[in-house]
């Protein structure tokens, strides 16, 4: 199969790889319809240091059962099925409790073996734990949006979960990515009726109006936090859809004393500041990497009925070839979120 | 009157200063019957710059109201009350919302031309706010543990609601100096089964178990996480009532994935650990500096009827000419709270 592989910052090729076969019994091969690039991969898009072995990349797809492990009672060959970003065996206690990103016995595509999805095919550890069966054709119009649950849509919905966002709230979301998108469908979802969006790409805060948005904050900074406040008068629920300090500094300085920000991008930081003053303001921190398996059932059902569009934060689509393209573009910020079809 | 004033490290004296007088029409003067010694006094005590003007000390008092200004309309003569350790309004945004610490008017004892709290008499401002009427007489036996409803209960309290400690939890309690054991009595109090203290001084641990603590981890660092996590698996809850990056890295070892952290102890550092690890493992940062005129009437039955008896942290009782003793005394940790009867 052709598959997407890193080599080093900028270094990504689409190249033969050896077809995925079953490994374990509780293996599923999954052939992808359509896959995607994230924000995250941006990161060794930009960084990563050089390497003779490359690291298969992408950790968002949607596809087909090809075969299934011995052990898999809940697939069948032919099912329509999306991946959450990281595989999980959906039983053992972290699971249980809701957060799969933990799960004891889960991990990331692209690492330890496991393919990555940016490629025709994938090989998915504990199949019946991680993928979850979509009931729509694969020439669906929803595709692009049932894709979306693999990561965006699920982490901006755990932003407005974990932010405790509710009916009536006034919620900031700070970044105009696909994440910060996604997290104002998930706000106004969850009854957010003033939410403001922080961001100054003007296509993308367009869309975020569409989305719900009900105002967008250009300025960044210290003027953006003026400018949020004069709004507002300062917001009880954050969600950082970015992951800088810039991003932070922003979301301490929008919001109110006992106001609870969440983290969904990953931080490009070590260490933050959690002394005297944030602690003298009762700013809760929470949020994290999305455990995203356990709300794609949650949301399907508003994606079938249409009730929510997330697939509307890709804004073009690629053949699996021009996947090194896709990269630069995203990069570029020339294209939001880049769609490929294997 | 008497009362304490701090003129640098080490440098406090017990001195005659001017009577309170009712400065704003919502004053109110209260003649103090009992005041005690925080922890938090310890750390000007240890490291305050030298100065002629002093510092008056305490915020934690109960007396009797002396006089009251035009405005106060709650609250007379005679009336025994006790004062959480900032003055509040009780009417703006953040009061509305329990945010008492956050008060748009509100202040510390002690600064801006306010009495600190260990002294004869306090001018108290917005009085009808901030003083809770307390329906005993002034000679009660529970006075030690109404005292403690000033700060160190309520505080504990604020941990265990913050750290969302509900019926049935494990919880991790760091610190066994009287704010930890009292969060050792408010995380019982809402229902936990299990609760761990992470404390080193025998006679305190042993009231921690008094208190409820089910499990004393005396060892630190490394050692203190590994013998948490052999004993609980890790937790889900744990309030952290020290203020250390020790005690801090001490909650992130012991907390599950997913668990929340609520800081008590006024964060001795500026900065934190909550970068990507953090992020990756949904750990929830919370607590801060307690609203503790939130919780005074809620706890208020419960130490009349005593079901909780938070004054045994005081064990030890010194005039207000002692209070310099009283301060060595809980400096050198011979002394869990210092008790000072004016």
């Not at 950790?59 to 087909?64: A, R, S, T």
């Not at 696909?178 to 998930?186: E, F, N, S, T």
Request: hydrophobic content about 40%; proline content about 5%; overall charge negative.
């Amino acid at each position: 199969m052709r598959a997407a592989v890193m080599y080093g910052a900028g270094d990504i090729h689409v190249e033969d790889r050896p077809d995925p076969k079953i490994v374990k019994t509780t293996d599923a091969v999954v052939r992808t319809l359509a896959t995607c690039v994230c924000g995250s991969d941006l990161w060794p898009y930009q960084s990563m240091p050089a390497t003779d072995t490359g690291r298969p990349m992408g950790h968002e797809f949607l596809g087909v059962v090809e075969e299934t492990g011995a052990d898999v009672t809940g697939l069948k060959t032919g099912d329509l099925v999306v991946a959450p970003f990281t595989y999980s065996d959906n039983t053992c206690d972290y699971c249980a409790k809701g957060l799969h990103i933990s799960c004891r016995n889960g991990g990331r595509y692209g690492f330890d073996g496991v393919d990555g999805g940016q490629g025709e095919a994938v090989r998915v550890p504990h199949a019946d734990g991680t993928l979850v069966k979509l009931p729509v054709a694969a020439d669906s119009a929803l595709l692009p949006s049932l894709l979306a649950l693999s990561d965006v849509m699920t982490t901006g919905h755990h932003g407005a979960v974990t932010a405790g966002v509710s009916h009536g709230d006034a919620v900031l979301v700070i970044g105009d990515g696909a994440v910060g998108l996604c997290a104002v469908i998930a706000a106004k979802r969850l009854g957010a009726e003033r939410i403001v969006l922080a961001g100054r790409h003007e296509a993308r805060t367009g869309l975020g109006r569409e989305f719900g948005a009900t105002d967008i904050v250009a300025e960044r900074g210290e003027e953006g936090i003026a400018r949020i406040r004069e709004l507002t008068g300062g917001v009880d629920k954050v969600i950082e859809a970015v992951g800088t300090r810039q991003a932070l500094d922003t979301a301490l300085g929008a919001a109110l004393d006992g106001g609870t920000i969440s983290r969904l991008g990953v931080p490009q930081y070590e260490q933050g500041p959690i002394g005297p003053a944030a602690f003298m303001r009762n700013i809760t921190l929470t949020g994290g990497a999305s455990p995203a398996r356990a709300y794609i059932e949650q949301l399907l059902p508003d994606v079938l009925d249409g009730a929510i569009t997330p697939g509307r934060v890709f804004d073009r689509t690629f053949t699996l070839g021009q996947t090194p393209v896709a990269y630069r573009a995203m990069a570029d910020r020339q294209v939001l979120k880049a769609l490929i079809r294997p």
